[in-house]
Nanobody, 122 residues
Framework: QVQLVESGGGSVQAGGSLRLSCVAS?????IAWFRQAPGKEREGVAD????????LYAASMKGRFTISRDSATNTVYLQMNNLKPDDTDMYYC??????????????????WGQGTQVTVSS
């Protein structure tokens, strides 16, 4: 079993930046970030296949968000720049320990963190 702990959320003004961190309790091949607002479906943000550093982004985040990993500490980061009010959500990281491809389908991920809130004001 893999435990995930997110951190780094907070409140910023539009145009600002935040860096989210997700620390996994053990090695996992694939970690992704999702976001979800109350009453809405969970939305894939970015995914990284840790072994190869291969990444996948949702179209609306590409160019603003960057996912990266520190394999030595089992940590995955999500750098979010030029934030917009529409980016306000709870952000979750999720792990798929054996997945050898990138994906933004929530059903492909087995383990989930508790989430960290991001609030962007205009």
């Amino acid at each position: 079993q893999v435990q995930l702990v997110e951190s780094g959320g907070g409140s910023v003004q539009a145009g600002g930046s935040l860096r989210l961190s997700c620390v996994a309790s053990g090695y996992t091949r694939n970690i992704a970030w999702f976001r979800q607002a109350p009453g809405k479906e969970r939305e894939g943000v970015a995914d990284i296949y840790v072994d190869l550093g291969r990444t996948l982004y949702a179209a609306s985040m590409k160019g603003r968000f960057t996912i990266s990993r520190d394999s030595a500490t089992n940590t995955v980061y999500l750098q979010m720049n030029n934030l917009k009010p529409d980016d306000t959500d709870m952000y979750y990281c999720a792990a798929a320990p054996d997945l050898r491809a990138t994906t933004l389908r929530a059903r492909d991920f087995i383990y989930w963190g508790q989430g960290t809130q991001v609030t962007v004001s205009s």
